[in-house]
């Protein structure tokens, strides 16, 4: 389950920027998570609480928002939601050799806030491969 390593992940770089604005509370993470992430919203909810554990994290909220997988044809120009299972064929010219996703991989911490300062401004780091 890579879910565990993805929440420790969160975990750990959320906990290094809270430490470092001086909060002792962190009460809500948000991710975006692109359809082709290989992500179990569920799985990683659980693995997130446990993360959290015995952490300036304990007890925050996690929402992961999902992020839709969207194309663009090199082709035609045109762009469509790609759905799961892909659909990497091109509905405007049927083409499929020169597509390039446009979304849809994101594995990302979007924003975090923590009790004893403001808002942190949206992060915006991918999540270590490793993870």
């Known amino acids: 389950m890579h879910e565990m390593s993805i929440a420790m992940a969160v975990v750990g770089q959320v906990e290094e920027a809270a430490q470092a604005a001086g909060a002792t509370a962190v009460t809500a993470v948000r991710l975006q998570v692109g359809e082709l992430a290989g992500v179990v919203p569920d799985a990683l909810a659980f693995c997130f609480?446990?993360?959290c554990a015995g952490t300036?994290?304990?007890g925050a909220r996690l929402t992961a928002e999902t992020v839709a997988t969207r194309a663009r044809c090199g082709s035609c120009d045109g762009e469509w939601h790609v759905g799961?299972?892909?659909?990497?064929?091109?509905?405007?010219?049927?083409g499929a050799s020169d597509v390039e996703l446009l979304s849809g991989r994101?594995?990302?911490?979007?924003?975090?806030?923590?009790e004893d300062g403001p808002a942190c401004a949206p992060v915006r780091e991918p999540i270590p491969e490793e993870a």
């Open 84 to 94: 799961m299972p892909p659909e990497l064929c091109c509905p405007g010219c049927g």
């Open 106 to 114: 994101e594995l990302q911490i979007a924003d975090v806030h923590w």
């Open 56 to 58: 300036v994290l304990e």
């Open 49 to 51: 609480e446990l993360a």
